[in-house]
């Protein structure tokens, strides 16, 4: 067949400008490979002044990504603007309406809206990817959607957020505070436009729902994450990490338990000698766990212009060729509601807290610790500091609700001058 298969791109920023320079430069590749050209009908984005660095002669323009969206000469409609609300969510069901195929690399707004997206899709029997929402250039939603598709899948885990990974493994490298290297980042463009999106585990948790609807055939569940930011990791957590073998990861595991679907995306330390804990700079990875596959380890970059549009591109290729699969990997109205699993399961946690340097506090400690069912593992005062006492202390597993138990009771002791930093150490 040699129809060519037109795009319509909505955001011309890094990922759109990406997604143009492939089409563009490699053109004689994708109409080989996908049996028909791959051509742009036209674009928008909010200025049309903007020197973007790419030829955009001979293509349409639309102020509005909705008009684009439902151009008679757009086949895919490509969504790289950004946001869960507003021009994203219209113009991508504007395209669904239209009877148009969608690739977006909005991890936000398929978090909150994926599920009705998808039935809306399939209605339309057109095809809602976004393999570049997760993981930029790894090719994980494929993996988990085809490859591992005779999989009863077991577990899903992975550092997700490249600019998280980037400040914790410079704040190591370098001897930073959280702060430094936060302004350092922010200053480089690495953050997002809102930067809690980053540092506040939101994209990291946004990524790992969409892995775990796939996964598990459930329904996009992101209030359902147990969900903790980098803010409060202090240099000395992750020299603290060192010293006992770890290096700490913002983490995101999704499982099914006994007790439900279990989301977290936190702070955790894990062994400086597994892949995971290797983990350098921007780079994500990806864990997946099989019945009968075992464990697949996926690594590469999660940002930036080539990646992220190798990934859109990858989406288009699959569409020109004619494969329309479910977003979620089955039918959307066929993904259940599974319930959640909050806190329930085991691991040791290392707890960082400052204690007034009075006979007892320790002992208080302790004792809140003990009612809470916490047996302690390993316990390190270091040097004071003025008058408070600076500790550390090993759990032996235990789940975080007995933990969160403790840490309120903690807070109470009238002995803590610095709130705990709790942070689960997972064993990957
Ligand atoms: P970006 O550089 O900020 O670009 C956003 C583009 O969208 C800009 O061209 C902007 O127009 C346009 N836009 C925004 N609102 C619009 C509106 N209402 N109408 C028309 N155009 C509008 O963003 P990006 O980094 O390319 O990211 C795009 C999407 O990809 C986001 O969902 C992001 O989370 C996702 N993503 C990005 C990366 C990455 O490495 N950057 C990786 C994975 C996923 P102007 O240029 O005229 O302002
Ligand atoms: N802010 C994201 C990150 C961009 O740092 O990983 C890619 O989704």
Redesign the pocket.
């Known amino acids: 067949m040699n129809t060519p298969l037109r795009l319509g791109i909505?955001?011309?920023?890094?990922?759109?400008?990406?997604v143009l320079r492939i089409v563009q430069g490699q053109a004689a590749l994708l109409a080989a490979r996908c049996g028909r050209p791959i051509t742009v009908s036209a674009v928008?984005?909010?200025?049309?002044t903007?020197d973007?660095g790419v030829d955009l002669s001979g293509l349409g323009w639309e102020?509005?990504?909705v008009a684009l969206a439902q151009r008679d000469d757009v086949d895919v409609f490509i969504?790289?603007?950004?946001?869960h609300e507003?021009?994203?969510r219209d113009?991508t069901t504007a395209a669904l309406r239209a009877g148009k195929h969608v690739v977006?690399?909005?991890?936000?707004?398929l978090a909150i809206h994926g599920q009705s997206l998808a039935e809306l899709a399939e209605d339309q029997g057109v095809a809602l990817r976004y393999e570049?929402?997760v993981a930029?250039g790894i090719p994980v939603i494929k993996a988990l959607s085809e490859g591992l598709a005779a999989n009863s899948m077991t577990r899903v885990l992975g550092v997700m957020n490249g600019s998280c990974n980037y400040i914790l493994t410079r704040m190591e490298s370098a001897g930073l505070s959280y702060q430094e290297v936060f302004n350092e980042a922010n200053a480089l463009g690495y953050l997002?436009?809102d930067p809690e999106l980053d540092v506040g585990g939101i994209?990291a948790a946004h990524k790992l729902t969409l892995l775990a609807a796939l996964a598990f055939g459930t329904r996009v569940d992101f209030d359902g994450v147990e969900l903790e930011g980098i803010g409060r990791v202090k240099i000395e957590d992750i020299r603290h990490a060192a010293d006992m073998g770890y290096r700490i990861k913002l983490l995101g595991v999704a499982q099914m338990t006994e007790h439900g679907l279990e989301q977290r995306m936190a702070p955790c330390l894990v062994p400086a000698t597994s892949p995971l804990g290797q983990l350098e700079g921007g780079t994500n990875m990806v864990v997946l766990e099989g019945n009968s596959v075992g464990q697949i380890v996926l690594r590469g970059a999660?940002?930036?212009?080539g990646?992220?549009a190798s990934?859109v591109m990858g989406d288009v290729a699959d569409i020109a060729r004619g494969l329309v699969i479910p977003a979620f990997g089955q039918a959307a109205r066929s993904l259940h509601s599974a319930p959640r699993a909050i806190s329930t399961s085991q691991a040791p946690f290392y707890l960082r807290m400052a204690l007034q340097d009075k006979p007892g506090a320790l002992a208080k400690i302790a004792h809140v610790l003990g009612e809470a069912g916490v047996s302690i593992h390993r316990m390190r005062q270091y040097d004071h500091i003025d008058d408070s006492a600076p500790v550390l202390i090993v759990t032996h597993k235990t789940t975080r609700s007995a933990l969160d138990q403790a840490l309120a009771a903690m807070n109470a002791t009238g002995v803590v001058t610095e709130s705990p930093v709790a942070l689960r150490i997972e064993n990957v």
């Open positions: 909505a955001g011309l920023g890094t990922v759109g400008v990406g928008s984005a909010r200025s049309r903007k973007r102020d509005s990504p969504e790289v603007m950004g946001g507003g021009a994203a113009a977006t690399a909005n991890k936000a707004l570049a929402a930029g997002e436009a994209d999660g940002a930036g212009e990646p992220t990934a």
